[in-house]
């Protein structure tokens, strides 16, 4: 069983198209993110969700749009996709938010290209 | 907010030598210090992590150490294997205690 599970793995697509990336915990946790990875390998926190309540959201464009349907749920809607949006996004959970050092487990990621 | 600085950026050295990977932060509140390896195309997976309550941490071949007045903290491997060769990243906890901030990843390269 898959801890963290995301799709599509890969996705290509044109400027100016909106695309989802879907993300599943079945770990019990509740808190769920997004994690930014670009071509120089740098992770960047862009959202943070816990208990379906958004508690991070950085200098993120309003073009990225995240959604907690529940807390086992995180999905990453992007508008107008620009070619700065390519990168592997990765999505990840903990228990519990990270003030007392709790583990995040990643997803495989999701692989973006914009062309 | 919270800085992570991670050195080096690419680390080479030969199967059976020690690798050292340096990070330094800047909130001191920070109290948990874990550390990812990423392999090519993979996943990055929790290796090892210190609490601030103890200085120095093993697993194996794998060791952190933890210096809160000097706030670093730092990754050894000894005796490198070719399958430690990944990106390896160290965190810390942001200010708000809501989030993990990474460095900015360390590409070591184990040649046999």
């Known amino acids: 069983d898959t801890a963290v599970s995301q799709t599509p793995k890969y996705l290509v697509t044109q400027m100016g198209n909106d695309k989802s990336i879907k993300c599943e915990q079945n770990?019990?946790?509740?808190?769920m993110y997004w994690y930014k990875q670009d071509s120089k390998k740098f992770l960047k926190i862009m959202f943070s969700?816990?208990?379906?309540?958004?508690?991070i959201n950085e200098t993120v464009p309003n073009r990225f749009s995240p959604k907690s349907p529940d807390k086992a749920h995180l999905n990453l809607h992007i508008n107008s996709l620009e070619l700065g949006d390519s990168a592997v996004y990765f999505c990840?959970?903990?228990?519990?938010?990270?003030?007392?050092?709790?583990?995040?487990?990643f997803g495989e990621g999701s692989w973006l290209t914009v062309v | 907010g919270e800085n992570v600085e991670q050195h080096p950026s690419t680390l080479s050295v030969q199967e059976g030598d020690s690798a050292v990977i340096k990070c330094t932060y800047s909130?001191?509140?920070?109290?948990?210090f874990p550390w990812y390896k990423q392999e090519l195309g993979k996943r990055p997976q929790l290796i090892i992590d210190?609490?601030?309550?103890?200085g120095e941490k093993k697993d194996q071949r794998i060791a952190v150490t933890l210096n809160k007045t000097a706030k670093h903290f730092s990754l050894h491997i000894t005796e490198t294997q070719p399958e430690d060769s990944a990106v390896y990243f160290c965190?810390?906890?942001?200010?708000?205690?809501?989030?993990?901030?990474f460095g900015k990843g360390t590409t070591l390269s184990v040649s046999s």
């Open positions: 990840a959970s903990s228990q519990g938010v990270q003030g007392t050092g709790n583990t995040i487990y």
């Open positions: 770990l019990g946790h509740d808190t």
């Open positions: 969700y816990n208990n379906k309540e958004l508690i």
């Open positions: 909130d001191s509140a920070s109290n948990y």
């Open positions: 210190i609490r601030s309550n103890v």
């Open positions: 965190a810390a906890i942001n200010q708000a205690g809501t989030a993990l901030i």
